[in-house]
C-alpha cells in the first residue's frame, strides 16, 4: 500500500519570501511519480509540479521546485518570491506508474501574508 | 471542451435521497477518476475508468455508491438514500489514457446532506 504524508496542516510566510512544504512516501514500488497540486478556494485542483522517481534531476516549475529524496522517501515543494495569488492548500500525491490512482497527504493550507 | 465540467456546483439534498452527479471529461481523454473530499480530509479515490476496461471500484464506501461512463465520456456516479456522512464535495478528474500521469481536476460539487 503506498501512504502520503504531509505533517505541516497549516504553514504562513511573507510575500516575497520563500517556503518549504515538507511530503513524505512509504511504497515498495520501483516506477512513480510524485506530484504537488493546488486548491484554491475554486475547489479546482491545478498541478504545480511533477517528479519522475527515475529521474534524478529536481523538477523545477518557475517559482516552483523539488527537493527529491528518493532514498529518504521525501518530496519536499519550495515556493520562492510568494505571491498573494499562492494562497491555498496544497496536496503532495503519489501514482505508481503505469497506475490507477492517486495517493493524496491531507494537504498543507498555505498563506501568503501581505 | 476546455477543461472537466462537473454538474452540478451545488448540491442540497434530504437524507435518504438518491442523487446523481455528472462529469465531463475533456474531449479525447479516456482515464476518468472520482474522488471524494471531506472536510478537513485529503481526497478519497472512489472509482476509475479507463476506456472501455472494468473499472477499478475498489474505492467505492458502499453499495450505495455507483458509477457509470456511457461512450467513454460522460460519467455519473449515483449515491442512493444519501447519508449526514456524505456530505462532501465530489472530484472529477481526467487524463488522456492510463500512461499519461497529468490530470486535470473539475471544480467539484458540493453535496449537502440535510
Known amino acids: ?114 | 471542451g476546455a477543461g472537466v465540467s462537473q454538474s452540478p456546483s451545488n448540491k442540497v439534498t434530504e437524507k435518504g435521497k438518491d442523487v446523481e452527479l455528472r462529469c465531463d471529461p475533456i474531449s479525447g481523454h479516456t482515464a476518468l477518476y472520482w474522488y471524494r473530499q471531506s472536510l478537513g480530509q485529503g481526497l478519497e479515490f472512489l472509482i476509475y475508468f479507463q476506456g472501455n476496461s472494468a473499472p477499478d471500484k475498489s474505492g467505492l464506501p458502499s453499495d450505495r455508491f455507483s458509477a457509470e461512463r456511457t461512450g467513454g465520456s460522460v460519467s455519473t456516479l449515483t449515491i442512493q438514500r444519501t447519508q449526514q456522512e456524505d456530505s462532501a464535495v465530489y472530484l472529477c478528474a481526467s487524463s488522456l489514457d492510463s500512461m499519461n500521469t497529468e490530470a486535470f481536476f473539475g471544480q467539484g460539487t458540493r453535496l449537502t446532506v440535510v
Open chain 1, 1 to 114: 500500500a503506498q501512504t502520503v504524508t504531509q505533517s505541516q496542516p497549516e504553514m504562513s510566510v511573507q510575500e516575497a519570501e520563500t517556503v518549504t512544504l515538507s511530503c513524505t512516501y512509504d511504497t515498495s514500488e520501483s516506477n512513480y511519480y510524485l506530484f504537488w497540486y493546488k486548491q484554491p478556494p475554486s475547489r479546482q485542483m491545478i498541478l504545480v509540479i511533477r517528479q519522475e522517481a527515475y529521474k534524478q534531476q529536481n523538477a523545477t516549475e518557475n517559482r516552483f521546485s523539488v527537493n527529491f529524496q528518493k532514498a529518504a522517501k521525501s518530496f519536499s515543494l519550495k515556493i520562492s518570491d510568494s505571491q498573494l495569488g499562492d494562497t491555498a492548500m496544497y496536496f503532495c500525491a503519489f501514482m505508481k506508474h503505469p497506475g490507477n490512482q492517486f495517493y493524496f497527504g491531507t494537504g498543507t493550507s498555505l498563506t501568503v501574508i501581505p
